[in-house]
């Protein structure tokens, strides 16, 4: 079992940034595909980013260059740091673990870009 436990969400104004945290309960980061998905009132959860044991990474389109995922090994723990941010952004993100095969999904943290 793997616990995951989001932080940094918040009220922030357009254009402004924000950073997520996803911490572990153990070290997981070298072996597995972990990733951010959000999902706004009303719609689907959506693929965020995601970033491989190898520390390659993937991003939606909507967030190119403007989101970027990280890890540090060393504290269990994934980012993603977030910048010019925009009102569409606001949702609730959740941390995602891919463990074998086995998904793994944190509580949630919520953002939202006040315009």
Do not use: H
Request: charged share 15%; aromatic share 8%.
């Amino acid at each position: 079992q793997v616990q995951l436990v989001e932080s940094g969400g918040g009220l922030v104004q357009a254009g402004g940034s924000l950073r997520l945290s996803c911490t572990a309960s153990r070290n997981i980061f070298r072996l597995n595909l972990m990733g951010w998905y959000r999902q706004a009132p009303g719609k689907q959860r959506e693929l965020v980013a995601i970033i491989t044991s190898g520390s390659s990474t993937n991003y939606a389109d909507s967030v190119k260059g403007r989101f970027t995922i990280s890890t540090d090994n060393a504290k269990n723990t994934m980012y993603l740091q977030m910048n010019t941010l925009k009102p569409e952004d606001s949702a609730v993100y959740y941390c995602n673990l891919n463990l074998g095969g086995i998904v793994y999904w944190g509580e949630g943290t919520l953002v939202t870009v006040s315009s």
